[in-house]
């Protein structure tokens, strides 16, 4: 470990938090900065680029939408609009049906207060399925995009580790020669590493992110390689 990337390093170099770089301050549970986050998780949860997603995202910001009442008083029309505007062209319809779909749900059920949601879960997986309950096409990716930036902030949040995450951590060597750690312990481990550096668990988030975004670029990297090797042959 001591040779390479120390978590702090890591994240000072690749970037932490997704809701942080969007303006999104989840430290106090704030009831709209969770909602906020939760809009973000549902337009990054499509399979479409990060960046059109992020796009979209400030799209309805500076619309100031990002309320359950305000998505369902715009309609249908205008949200398609809005999406188009951010590049969500491919998903525009069946998006904005979710997003209204997802917004009713929450107001009827929880008062529009994702805060409510997760003080009835009685446990970190029926939390997982009562966000999922909201809406059809709100899936596994979504919740877990969502989850993982609450770990450490709400008590019942506790998706499990990115693939991307893991890959990185691998490749930085932030696991010991020959350790066969299950994959249940993967998790705690990486928790540990970041509590040795004096960093807390409301901070996992910015360690978790930046493992994120060195997965997607050791990703990229290998398919350059793989596109290579292919047209050598």
Not at 10 to 32: C, E, F, P, R
Not at 188 to 196: F, I, N, P, R, V
């Amino acid at each position: 470990m001591s040779n390479h990337l120390s978590p702090p390093a890591l994240v000072t170099q690749m970037g932490g938090s997704y809701a942080a770089k969007l303006g999104i301050n989840l430290d106090s549970l704030n009831t709209h900065e969770v909602y906020k986050w939760f809009v973000a998780s549902l337009l990054y949860g499509a399979p479409i680029s990060g960046s059109v997603a992020t796009r979209t995202w400030h799209v309805f910001a500076k619309n100031d939408i990002l309320t359950p009442k305000r998505m369902i008083e715009r309609g249908w029309d205008k949200l398609v609009s809005l999406l188009d505007q951010g590049g969500y062209v491919r998903y525009d319809y069946k998006t904005a049906t979710k997003l209204l779909d997802v917004n009713h749900a929450l107001l009827k059920d929880y008062a529009g207060n994702l805060n409510e949601l997760h003080a009835a879960a009685t446990d970190d997986r029926d939390l997982e399925q009562r966000i999922m309950d909201l809406g059809k096409g709100v899936g596994k990716v979504t919740v877990n995009i969502f989850l993982r930036e609450l770990r450490g902030r709400w008590i019942k949040a506790n998706p499990p580790l990115s693939p991307l995450a893991l890959k990185a951590a691998q490749i930085l060597g932030y696991f010991p020669d020959n350790w066969n750690g299950d994959p249940d312990d993967v998790l705690a481990y990486l928790q540990g590493l970041w509590k040795k550096c004096g960093m807390t668990a409301e901070r996992f988030c910015d360690f978790e992110a930046a493992m994120i975004r060195k997965g997607l670029e050791i990703r990229r990297s290998e398919g350059r390689h793989r596109r290579l090797v292919g047209i050598g042959q």
